[in-house]
């Protein structure tokens, strides 16, 4: 039997090592608050370097994530719901109370590069800075320019409604020590220039990572399948390393259409929350994009296993039952002679990368929410059949679309998906 006097020194190790490792995480957890600064006059910011930063905002999506629907850009609010709860953006105008006004460019740069806010908090990785980081000082300091040169709105954000204990901030501290690799990459000299621009817009500003690959458990990225695709909101975000492996194989020239039109006659048009990253696209300088196209070339895996195909059944009586909705309610601008497809570089279904998908989501959640009315371009709409359909009807039609425009195996347990994608239980 030990005796007390034997177990003493393990105590005093243990004790000692607990110490140090609350005194590790205490030093990890902290960080130091950045002094305020009165908000800079407007006038006293440099117009050259706010205009390049309205670029840089563009092809970061800020505005997308941080207005809230009907608000003033950039006030956030808006609702961002995770596995972990709801989390809403911040006021990122120069409003020194509720916005940024008090930051100065060296906090602002500590945001994007390390995820700390000015009084030296942690901010949840729901904000993308994992990826901000790859962004160059030139165009962390432009961006900063453009926002603070921006009327100041007053708005304070909801309060998150997060699951215990992701509630407490401190605990972004470990999750950073795995998943940040804070500052820009090196650039590889033995590549262009324009693919070097790339990779710093795709990894870095463009955040496309962010949803267009598979998570782990714990809702970061999954090491090693960057781009390797994912789900966003219910969505499927298709892989971007076998684009030239698709049905009609993508070219850079399609890529560059797509992501400045939302549209590739070859492969469909960009909706649910893709189509936010082509509008904000279609404002930046074509070369950001051609580079952009240029290194996700350079990142296509070579034709491997195909995907394995599964014996799913056919139900005929299914089809037959789509085919007759399909006539009804999308004939007039899917089907063949419709006035729709006369348009030139119109997707047709046969090459829609949603029916081509492994899953049936991409096109389930087109039927549900159609695409938004966009004034300017008024072929571009597709009314919403969500409240038109029941479950069972959605599911027929999708049916019918794999069977008739597609030479793959049939989608399995297509009902479900449609009650989950309904329901929003499908994200993730
Ligand atoms: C995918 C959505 C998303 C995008 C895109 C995004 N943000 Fe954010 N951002 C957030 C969220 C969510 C928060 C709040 C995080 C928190 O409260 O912990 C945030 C917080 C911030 C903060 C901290 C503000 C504060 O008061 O604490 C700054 C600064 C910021 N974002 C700047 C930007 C800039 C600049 C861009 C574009 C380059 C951008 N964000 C794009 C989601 C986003
Ligand atoms: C008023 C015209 C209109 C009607 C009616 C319509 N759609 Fe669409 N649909 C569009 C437009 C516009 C697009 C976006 C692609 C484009 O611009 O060609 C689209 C895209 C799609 C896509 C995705 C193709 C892609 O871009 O990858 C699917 C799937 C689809 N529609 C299915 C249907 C189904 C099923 C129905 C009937 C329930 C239907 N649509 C009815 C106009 C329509
Ligand atoms: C907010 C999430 C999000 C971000 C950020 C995002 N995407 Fe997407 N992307 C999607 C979703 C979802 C789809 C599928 C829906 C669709 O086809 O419209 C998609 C579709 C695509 C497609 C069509 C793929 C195919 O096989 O049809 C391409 C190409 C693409 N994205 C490229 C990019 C690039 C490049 C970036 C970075 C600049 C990016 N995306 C950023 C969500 C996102």
Not at 350 to 356: E, M, N, P
Request: aromatic share 8%.
């Amino acid at each position: 039997m030990l005796s007390r006097n034997r177990w003493k020194p393990i105590l005093i190790a243990a004790a000692a090592l607990a110490a140090v490792g609350a005194a590790v995480a205490a030093c990890l957890m902290y960080e130091p608050a950045i002094a305020p600064i009165q908000p800079p006059a407007p006038a006293s910011i440099d117009r050259e370097l706010a205009l390049r930063g309205a670029r840089v905002v563009a092809l970061g999506d800020c505005a997308v994530c941080h207005t809230a629907p009907g608000g003033k850009p950039y006030a956030g609010g808006l609702p961002l719901s995770t596995p972990f709860g709801t989390l809403y953006t911040t006021n990122i105008t120069p409003d020194a109370q509720t916005g940024i006004g008090s930051w100065s460019l060296d906090a602002f740069r500590r945001a994007l590069r390390r995820g700390i806010a000015r009084d030296g908090h942690q901010l949840y990785p729901a904000f993308p800075y994992v990826h901000y980081t790859r962004m160059s000082d030139d165009d962390i300091a432009a961006a900063y320019a453009f926002l603070m040169r921006r009327d100041p709105v007053v708005a304070k954000a909801p309060d998150n409604d997060l699951i215990f204990p992701l509630n407490f901030r401190q605990l972004v501290a470990f999750w950073n020590v795995l998943f940040l690799r804070p500052g820009p990459d090196a650039p590889d000299p033995a590549q262009s220039v324009a693919w070097n621009r790339g990779r710093e817009l795709v990894t870095g500003l463009g955040h496309c990572a962010a949803c267009h690959s598979p998570l782990n458990p714990i809702g970061a990225e999954s090491w090693g399948k960057a781009l390797h695709g994912g789900v966003v909101d219910g969505w499927e975000a298709p892989s971007l390393v076998r684009l030239s492996r698709a049905r009609v194989p993508w070219t850079e020239a399609d890529l560059v259409t797509y992501l400045r039109t939302g549209m590739s006659a070859r492969h469909g048009a960009a909706a649910g929350p893709m189509l936010p990253v082509t509008q904000e696209l279609a404002t930046v300088p074509l070369q950001d994009v051609q580079a952009m196209a240029t290194y996700l070339f350079s990142l296509q895996q070579p034709a491997g296993d195909p995907a394995p195909s599964h014996a799913a059944e056919v139900d005929r009586q299914a089809i037959a039952r789509g085919a007759v909705l399909f006539r009804g309610a999308c004939a007039s601008c899917h089907g063949e002679k419709a006035p729709m497809q006369s348009v030139g570089g119109r997707p047709g279904l046969a090459t829609s990368s949603a029916v081509q998908a492994a899953t049936p989501r991409n096109v389930i959640q087109m039927m549900l929410l159609g695409v938004p009315w966009q004034g300017e371009q008024p072929m571009h709409y597709m009314p919403a059949f969500g409240a038109t359909f029941d479950d069972a009807q959605l599911a027929d039609l999708a049916m019918y679309l794999r069977a008739t425009y597609s030479t793959l195996s049939p989608w399995q347990d297509v009902p479900q998906a449609v009650a989950a994608i309904r329901k929003g239980d499908a994200t993730r």
